[in-house]
């Protein structure tokens, strides 16, 4: 049978009612007739323009694919904004599931009213933001007791782990990093010492810039500096990295062969994170302290034997360990993030620019908020 679409009008019976109006719908609604099949919609969506109700019966329907599937969804929302109510009848159970599949296509979030402004549209999104929150947390906890059964059974079965790439990812986050994160926290080492000078100045009290020095460094501003870095620097690699895999399938082709992902792909950065951050935090609070100690030699006439002196006076090993044994706990919460971010991405560049971002963002807000948890902890405890 030839493509058609029949359009049979039926009156109300009151004059002032509008009509309603049956669109049968014959024959293949293929792709191959595409510029025919066009015609007929736009030709059906003029001439019901004045209509109450329309059925778009689909009895006589022989043969259909997307095209056309997604056709008389077309000629349903044209004729849906012209304010008439359109309804598909006679469905068959073997085209069902294309039609409602193309239903859902570029369907924009349903607004519950008129555009809310000020103080309604602040708390919408206030809830919104908190929804967010509390899925991420979720799904980061879901990851993190994925990743504790993959480290059971790798203890269990030593075989199973990947050294080669921990290795590799070692490298790239440990390794290369170390340049960066020396000159980063060099000057911030410099510009702490630099401005504790200039304000103990006032109050001849500028030997006890290292004490200041020396007991920020080590306890909050080395690690806080690394881990800031790491995130910007190797944290939006891992989701860039894990998007990318995602929007190829190359996650979905892991699981097919029956490899885990979270054991080939996240437990060997995450590793490599951890190992990393401390060495990383050690260079870099030791590059601080250089930088501070250069400062008080040239900018505040304090000689290098003085600073060591004084600074082995203001620290002492729990000093130092503070920051240490925060470095791999931020990792960790570095790494997650990441790879949460790297899995959720879908199909776009859009998509994941914006996980990228999300993760960078989410990995330093975590970070400072376990600081704090780790301040107080510590203080607890008199350390």
Known sequence: MTSALLIETKPQPTASARQHV??????????????????????????????????????????????????????????????????????????????????????????????????????DSTGRAVAEIGRS??????????????????????ARLRLRSIVYHLERVGWRAVPIIVLSTFLIGAIIAQQG???????????????????LVLREVGVLIVCVMVAGRSGSAYTAELGAMKMREEIDALRTMGFDPVEILVL????????AVPMLTFIG???????????CWLYGGMTPDIFLARLREAIWLPTFAVGMIKAPFMALVIGLVASVEGFEADGS??????????????SIFLVIVLDGFFAMFFAAVGM
């Not at 609070?285 to 400062?295: E, I, N, Q, T």
Request: proline letters at 2%.
């Open 349 to 362: 560049a859009a998509s994941l620019g914006k996980r990228t971002t999300s993760s960078v963002v989410k």
């Open 22 to 123: 049956s669109l049968a719908v014959t024959g293949a609604w293929t792709a191959e007739r595409a510029a025919e099949l066009e015609q007929f919609v736009d030709t059906a969506a003029e001439r019901c323009e004045s209509a109450g109700s329309i059925d778009i019966d689909l009895q006589k329907l022989e043969r259909l694919d997307t095209f056309g599937a997604w056709l008389i969804e077309r000629l349903k929302r044209a004729l849906a904004a012209r304010g008439a109510a359109a309804h598909v009848v006679n469905l068959s159970e073997r085209d069902r599931g294309l039609i409602e599949a193309v239903q859902r296509v570029n369907r924009g979030e349903e607004s519950a009213g008129p555009e809310a402004g000020g103080i309604f549209a602040a708390l």
């Open 197 to 215: 000078i200039f304000h103990f100045r006032q109050f001849g009290a500028e030997v006890y810039v290292v004490d200041m020095v020396g007991i």
């Open 285 to 295: 609070s030791m590059a601080a302290l250089y930088g501070a100690g250069l400062v």
């Open 268 to 275: 060997p950065r995450i590793v490599a994170l951890v190992l």
């Open 137 to 158: 947390l979720v799904s980061i906890a879901h990851l993190l007791g994925a990743l504790t059964a993959v480290v059971l059974g790798t203890v269990a079965h030593p």
